[in-house]
């Protein structure tokens, strides 16, 4: 009886994506530069005297431009959530892949990191033959040229990481003093490893193994979906000479290709979207003459000859949730009152009788000013015969902070027991700046 060792996984064989251009690739790297001045540039950005795009958790402040949201405000990060998955979904419906391929971190910065290598080492063949070589001076040195400039911008953007959540100056300025927080530095490194090990090291096998996006697609995916498809009518069969299709087996759709498929072979999870394939097979059907798009974007549909339907149930559906949460968070955007309030009656002070036979009840106030200009706010209470605030009724409270303020409230005697009260916190000289929060009155 012969027994066969069979491995669970499949052994990595490496790959050597080879530099293409075109139209696509044109895209790609536009998306690239987009994608990267929005990220490197974002900390820097200033508004009103800080930093424009701040999520500082230390302080719970999260800024973005001129709003300032608080953790009460954690509403609006579901709802971004929401919102990409939706996009997500209805971007998949339409046209697969094109975040994979075009703007997603790991396809950018694998990008970013092949033009380094392509730079150091050369392109496809050089590499390839550079890594089959044994070990000299020349290796080493492109080696070790190669990883310190990965190692750099992997760096920077682990920084800049971490500059959206510390003042990036500020974090700047601690990490040249080496003064920098036992946080900032772990998660600024992590970060930069993350990068490093990714886009250098694993790139194909993020997609094919570790993205979850990879493996639910299909389940997004029907024959009117815009995939790159290769044409086998054409095409096939593949070789040189007059009786064979227009695919003159080249292999170069294979060779640019950055998860190693022939998508000669049909649609795969592993295809990205990227269209570098495209790219290739354009430049060769224009070299032997023959038409291009021989591999293209197009619907499995219209390659069986059927009209392709853009707007149907799932489309339609993705488009509609979509539109109608985009809209209502703008509206509750739009409609937010920079002024949040909480009510918390003091338990350590039970009710009390003072002068005149008033009932006191003892209350604390958290005022948010969640503008960026220190107002003033008159506080005013009503629910029972003769009820008032005692003391000063206006406070002042700095611009974006937060002030707990102790409210002394006095009413006309009552039956005994709670009584439903309201307390109404009311900007000074700002219109509709106004909030109502409820609370109870005991009377013993």
Known sequence: MDLAELSLYEVRRKIYPRAVHGWFAAWRWALVWATQIVFYGGPWLTWNGRQALLFDIAHRKFYLFGLVFWPQDIIYLAVLLILSALALFLF?????????????????????????????????????????????????????????????????????????????????????????????????????????????????????YMCPYARFQSAMFDKDTLVITYDAKRGEPRGKGGDKGDCVDCGICVQVCPTGIDIRQGLQYECIGCAACIDGCNQVMTKVGKPQKLIRYSTLHAMEGTPTRVLRPRVLVYAAILASVATAAAASLYLRTPLKVDVIRDRAAIAREVEGGLIENVYRLQIMNTTEEARAFTITVRGLPDMHVWGEPTVGVPAATSRMVPIKVRAAPAASGTHPIEFEVRALGVENVVVTEHSVFIVR
């Open 92 to 208: 998949t419906a339409l046209a697969g892949r094109l975040w994979c391929g075009y703007a997603c971190p790991q396809t950018v910065y694998t990008e970013i990191f092949l033009w380094i290598e392509r730079r150091i080492e050369g392109d496809r063949n050089a590499r390839m033959k550079l890594d089959r070589q044994k070990a000299g001076a020349r290796k080493i040195a492109l080696k070790a040229a190669k990883h310190a400039a990965w190692i750099a911008v992997a760096l920077w953007t682990g920084i800049t990481f971490v500059g959206y959540f510390t003042p990036i100056k500020e974090l700047c300025a601690n990490l040249l003093a080496f003064s920098a927080g036992p946080w900032e530095t772990f998660w600024a490194l992590f970060y930069g490893f993350a990068t490093y090990g990714n886009a250098g090291w694993m790139r194909e096998q993020v997609c094919k």
